[in-house]
């Protein structure tokens, strides 16, 4: 049984970086880098909304191409976004879009260079037929059929 306890102090040591006795008994005080280190690097603001009837189609015109909204639709440069953009303004997953009741929502992700709507800098705006938004050096517009 002693072997175990060893054993299982080592592992405790190993996964902490702090001998057994010290990450029992010892709380210490995390220093200031450390708890730099755990905030979050952006902020996101909750969104929340009630459900109800969603026009029959979104779409986003990218030039002749047009694209299919969906909830949690995601623009931005890396390949997990939705609409991938070869925009060096763009951020990483620079705005999202999501439906609200009858109409749709644009957000900024706390992007570096912004998300405007009809030339106008937003945080968060709801979409109407014929609205532009720009993204890096990318015009999209908003459509609903």
Not at 10 to 31: D, S
Not at 84 to 99: E, N
Not at 105 to 111: E, F, L, M, R, Y
Request: hydrophobic share 40%; glycine share 6%; net charge positive.
């Amino acid at each position: 049984m002693a072997s175990f306890g060893s054993w299982l102090a080592r592992i405790v040591q190993i996964l902490t970086g702090k001998p057994h006795k010290q990450a029992e008994n010892r709380q210490e005080k995390p220093l200031l880098s450390d708890a730099e280190d755990l905030e979050p690097t952006k902020r996101y603001e909750a969104f929340s909304f009630k459900e109800q009837a969603r026009p029959s189609q979104a779409y986003l015109r990218l030039g002749s191409e047009v694209i299919l909204l969906q909830a949690g639709f995601l623009v931005g440069r890396v390949a997990s976004c939705h609409l991938r953009l070869a925009d060096p303004k763009a951020s990483r997953v620079h705005a999202s879009f999501m439906p609200v009741g009858a109409s749709w929502v644009v957000q900024d992700n706390a992007s570096k260079n912004g998300t405007f709507l009809n030339g106008r800098r937003i945080k968060r705006a709801l979409l109407k037929p014929g609205d532009t938004i720009r993204i890096g050096q990318t015009v999209l517009t908003y459509e609903e059929r």
